[in-house]
């Protein structure tokens, strides 16, 4: 039972087919305008040929699709554009694809990375990704469900879980420790959950440690460290992590998969496939877990079609396991290229067949959703008056070879961080026993 909880720390995935050019004045419809799955056809070359393929998990009779605004801006707060000039040109990629001299901000300004030309432009346009602007990382609520071929499965979890960013921070007040929370600091994120259903594993609570040298090369990082707490029998357990790909629990996420990948960039070739015009799900205008328990997600359970989709500029990356015996031949990751967030994702197993598609609903952390305020809802804090976040408030994952797959909801999530004490106690291994 415990490896099927585990998963929730750290699930991610993107992947996609090769892009095609399309002009915005060729998009065939205005701001506001709502699609119907009978117009459907219109919106195919904004779409990721793979995604397109297999559209009926996505697009539905009834559905009623939202035309957002045209390339919105969502540029990060100012303290973390700041940190990028500042230390511009100091960051980076060792012979192995490891991150050297990061400081704060975005290690590789976007504008002056050469897709086309660069044979590094993968493994910097990954970095950033690593590294974008989210918060001071996550506190949400979180349900995982399990379908197959539209049936929702008993196979489901609850519960909560917080992620803090405790290295390379921007804001002014961390300047005197370099960028760290705490002085001295090894671990770059703290993650953990607390599992409240299914009764039969409520009370279990882990905590994972990703430390700096996780990111290093393959050869010599060193392992992520993970403890659990298990209500059954009382006690806590260490584990250290080491196979991050391998699918969790019988379901169709592995550890990489959650928000299309928070795996450990040395440990694959990274390479820039070249941009591409592409319209998602960007910024919801549904509520969905923890404030409504039903909302339509289609026959399959994985439509985001009646919500708002917009017509953004992403970045098509390709990953290649440097480890022979890794599930995946190559995967595809479409980030949008102004967040960095992801939009698809595309894995192909080792047969070269598409194996897994993987997408994401979002929330930007200004607007309003219904009567929920965005400051009431994700507040500021010292340095950041304005989180000026754009998150992922959804993932799934489709195994078109099954028909099964899974969505994981988190739309109440935000990154506005505790009190410094609250959150030394919290991110200490002591806690799991005691509880919040």
Not at 46 to 69: K, S, T, V
Not at 96 to 112: D, I, K, M, N, T
Not at 160 to 172: C, D, G, N, V
Not at 378 to 385: M, N, Q, R
Request: charged content about 25%; hydrophobic content about 35%.
């Amino acid at each position: 039972m415990l490896p099927r909880i585990v998963f929730c720390l750290n699930l991610v995935v993107l992947l996609l087919s090769p892009p095609t050019a399309a002009a915005e004045s060729e998009f065939p419809f205005p701001a506001g305008q709502i699609v119907s799955n009978g117009q459907v056809q219109k919106l195919r070359e904004w779409l990721p040929e793979a995604f397109w393929a297999h559209r009926q998990y996505f697009f539905h009779d009834g559905m009623a699709l939202e035309i957002g605004p045209i390339q919105r801006d969502y540029a990060p707060p100012s303290v973390y554009r700041e940190a990028t000039q500042r230390f511009r040109g100091t960051a980076r990629i060792s012979s192995q694809g490891a991150l050297e001299g990061y400081r704060a901000g975005q290690p590789f300004p976007a504008e002056a990375i050469d897709c086309s030309g660069d044979p590094q432009a993968g493994v910097e346009y990954i970095w950033n990704f690593m590294h974008r602007w989210q918060g001071f990382g996550v506190r949400a609520s979180f349900r995982y469900n399990y379908f197959d071929r539209g049936e929702l499965l008993p196979l489901m979890y609850a519960g909560s879980t917080s992620a803090w960013l405790l290295k390379y921070r921007p804001e002014p007040q961390f300047a005197e420790n370099s960028g760290d929370v705490f002085p001295r600091e090894e671990r770059v994120a703290v993650v953990g959950f607390e599992v409240e259903e299914p009764k039969t594993a409520r009370g279990t609570r882990t905590l994972t440690y990703r430390y700096v040298d996780s990111l290093g090369p393959p050869e010599t990082a060193r392992p992520e460290d993970t403890w659990i707490y298990s209500s059954e029998i009382r006690r806590v357990r260490k584990i250290s992590q080491t196979q991050r790909s391998s699918a969790v629990g019988g379901t169709d996420f592995s550890f990489d998969d959650l928000f299309s990948f928070s795996g450990l960039p040395p440990q694959y070739h990274w390479r820039c496939i070249g941009e591409r015009r592409v319209i998602a799900p960007m910024n919801t205008k549904q509520l969905g877990y923890p404030y409504a328990e039903k909302v339509d997600f289609g026959p399959s359970g994985f439509s985001f079609a009646s919500d708002r989709w917009e017509l953004r500029d992403a970045v098509v990356l390709e990953m290649k396991a440097k480890d022979p015996k890794h599930p995946y031949q190559r995967k595809e990751l479409w980030l949008d290229r102004q967040t960095l967030e992801p939009l698809y994702s595309f894995a192909y197993d080792r047969s070269g067949a598409l194996w897994k598609i993987i997408y994401h609903n979002h929330r930007w952390s200004e607007d309003d959703l219904g009567e929920i305020k965005a400051r009431e809802w994700y507040a500021g804090w010292e340095g950041v008056p304005e989180p000026r976040d754009l998150r992922v408030v959804a993932d799934v994952v489709v195994n078109v070879q099954t028909g099964t797959g899974n969505r994981l909801d988190f739309w109440d999530s935000h990154g506005t961080p505790p009190k410094l004490s609250q959150l030394r106690r919290y991110v200490d291994v002591q806690r799991l026993r005691h509880g919040r």
